[in-house]
């Protein structure tokens, strides 16, 4: 689920709240009690950590080999998908 952030109107307050996507958004503030909170626009409440995303990650079966045999090796792992930035 994502984490949104409010900022109150009145009191300048701010919090962050995790909520679904189908969720009303908040409306009343926990600090003053006014009907203030407004959403503000923020960086992604998430990271994707790890060495990348793979053409295999979500793959079955014969679809699995996509990779061609002749990809450039990265210079700093041999990692064979040419992506990473390792060699820049």
């Keep these: 689920m994502p984490i949104y952030e409010y900022q109150c109107r009145s009191c300048s307050h701010q919090l962050e709240a995790i909520q ?6 908040l ?3 926990p ?5 203030e909170l407004k959403k503000m626009l923020s960086a992604p409440g ?3 950590g790890g060495g990348g995303w793979y053409e295999t990650d979500f793959k079955t079966g014969a ?3 996509l990779a061609s045999a002749d990809a450039p ?3 700093a792992t041999g990692c064979g998908s040419g992506a ?5």
């Design 73 to 75: 090796t990265c210079p």
């Design 84 to 88: 990473c930035a390792a060699g820049e």
């Design 31 to 35: 600090a003053c009690s006014a009907p």
């Design 20 to 25: 679904k996507f189908s969720d009303a958004p």
């Design 63 to 65: 679809r699995k080999n």
């Design 46 to 48: 998430f990271r994707l």
């Design 27 to 29: 409306v009343d503030c």
